[in-house]
Every structure is written in C-alpha cells, then in structure tokens.
C-alpha cells in the first residue's frame, strides 16, 4: 500500500524546544516538500528537497531545519527560533520528470507549542 | 513569482445543485493547474489537473477549464453531494518545486 506517512497526528511541545516531524514515503518518488497550513491561508512551501542529500528554502524556512539523507524520508524540525510554530505541517512528494507536477500528500501533523 | 487568487472564500449549495470556485494566477509561464481536496484533519487529495495545453478537462462530476490568455481557472463540481463538503484548493505551477496554492474554498453542501 504506497503512500506518504507522517507522525505523530497531533503534537505539542513546550515553547524554546525543537520538535522534528516525521515524513515517509514508499512511492519511489525523488523530490519531497514541506508545507505549513495556518487557518484562512494557502500552503506555503518551507523547505523542498529534489534528490538525496540536497534541499532547498522555500518561501518560509526561517526557524526550520530538514535533512535527507534516505530517499524514503525526509524529517522536518522546528526549532526554537521558529517565531510562531503552531501550526498544520503537510509534507508532499512528486516525481521529478519534467511533465510530473503532481504532488502527494501526507495526512499532516498538527503542531501545538504553548 | 507566481501568485494565486481563490474565490469564493466560502460556497454553501444545496444537494444537487452545481458549485463553481475560480482561481486567477499571474505568471503566464504557469502551466500545471491542479485542484485538491481537503477534508477535516487530513491532507489534500488530488481531484483533477489541467495542463496549459489542454482549455477544459472533465472527470465524472467534476470539471476544470482553463482560460490562458485572461489566466484563471475554475472548478466545477455538477449534482453536488454531501460528501462533496471540504475545502478546495487551487494551485498553479510551471516546475515541480515551485507550486504556489490558493488560499481555499470551504464548499458546504446542505442536504
């Protein structure tokens, strides 16, 4: 059964510490993302990554940190710097081809800091 | 960059009748236009996609149509159902890493 897997669903975590989210995918897919989902707004995109051991910022990534060192995941972490970090995470992946835009998504973890 | 406009913010339909959500984009360069379904608490669900090369795209109940040279785009959904009720979002694209979504329209379908 293909598909992408984050945990936990619902996290909380005290403010001044980091949190990693877990992201897994098995689709075979090289490039993964990250989106944060705050209520009444779009996604936008925190961090991307195309293939192992690369990544790239996207349009939020200040107070967040990720690495990719297995195809297969892709862990996002928020860190203490991260200004207001509550908020709904959804990581996606997508093929690289030039005619595959089509992104993936995972079910979210919903991140409360208090 | 790309920007994405999503109207209406809020759509209410009875069962059965048809609801109409539009998306305008700014870069004419764009050319994937995908639209996803969010239902409570879970991550959004690909419904359907347009390329630039192709004006409407129909599957079932739900349609796109694509208008290049004004730049917007609209979601169709026909005989809608209760279980059509979630928020929708538009998003447009011209590579894989630079996917720029609306900001959603919650559908409510009353039965």
């Known amino acids: 059964d293909g598909g992408i897997t984050q945990s936990p669903k619902y996290l909380f975590r005290k403010e001044g510490q980091n949190v990693t989210l877990s992201c897994e995918q098995n689709l075979n897919h090289d490039a993964m993302y990250w989106y944060r989902q705050d209520p009444g707004q779009g996604l936008r995109l925190i961090y991307y990554s195309q293939i192992v051991n690369d990544f790239q910022k996207g349009d939020i990534a200040e107070g967040y940190s990720v690495s990719r060192e297995k195809k297969e995941s892709f862990p996002l972490t928020v860190t203490s710097a991260q200004k207001n970090p509550t908020a709904f995470y959804l990581c996606a992946s997508s093929n690289r081809g030039s005619s595959s835009y089509e992104q993936y998504f995972g079910p979210g973890t919903r991140l409360t800091v208090t | ?111």
């Not at chain 2, 109409?20 to 995908?34: H, L, Q, R």
């Not at chain 2, 347009?50 to 739900?62: A, C, H, L, P, T």
């Not at chain 2, 917007?72 to 979630?86: G, M, V, Y």
Request: with cysteine; charged share 25%; hydrophobic share 30%.
């Open chain 2, 1 to 111: 960059g790309e920007n994405v406009e999503q109207h209406p913010s809020t759509l209410s339909v009875q069962e059965g009748d048809s609801a109409v959500i539009k998306c305008t984009y700014s870069d004419s360069a764009s050319n994937y236009f995908p639209w996803y379904k969010q239902e409570l608490g879970k991550g959004p669900q690909l419904i359907i996609d347009i390329r630039s090369n192709v004006g409407e795209k129909k599957d079932q109940r739900i349609a796109v149509t694509l208008n290049k040279t004004a730049k917007h785009f609209s979601l169709h959904i026909t005989e809608t159902q209760p279980e059509d009720s979630a928020v929708y979002f538009c998003a447009a694209s011209m590579r894989n890493n630079d996917m720029r979504f609306g900001a959603g329209t919650r559908l409510t379908v009353k039965p």
